[in-house]
């Protein structure tokens, strides 16, 4: 989940950032870059980040998500339905990340990223919470890894997951929501949090500024008829 207030301008030059300076303001950057540069060569990490991050561009996040892309550590990309987390209502996804995609140990797949969209899945437990199966967790987990293995029976399913070249992810300008490669809507993926969240704050403060004026305004006019009303 994204942090605001981690000390990045701290950490300015930082030796981790070799993709790029995460913004001081969100951390969802810092944490990638963190967890690549403790990887060994043929090393992997997966963990759960807000789905700001898939769309992300300001900052400079974007360029930082494009040279992890072209670098090719990005492995697969899983859209997590909402109302999984009990302390956040923040949507959010699953990063799979390899340091070497074209290693002996699986397939070949360097020129290639996975996109898993399981908004639809889960159940709900009570109005706020939704949980996944076992079950839906072993068709996440079987389609990542029969995709990854030599001998695996993975195929594209409409809906629900795609094995797309980085073509064509470049040509969707290095976005990685899940629903744009699947074939489902991806309104939801678009939803950037902490952009939606500093717009509103801007329009917010904007509003208080004119009550002010406004309230002034009110007031001298209150003043005029008072005087007015004195000299009669």
Known sequence: MPDSDWSGDLLRKDGRWKYGTPPTGNANYAWIQHFIYHLSPSGQAGFVLAKGALTSKSS????????????RLVDCIVNLPAKLFLNTQIPASLWFLSRNKENGK??????????IDARNMGHLINRRTRELSQEDIQTIAGTYHNWRNPDGNYEDIKGFCNSAPIERVRELDYVLTPGRYVGLPDDEDDFDFAERFTKLKKEFEEQLKEEERLNALILENLARVVVNNGKD
């Open 106 to 115: 699986f397939r070949n797949r360097i020129d290639e990223i996975l996109f």
């Open 60 to 71: 400079g996040e974007g360029e930082i998500r494009k040279e992890l892309i072209e670098a």
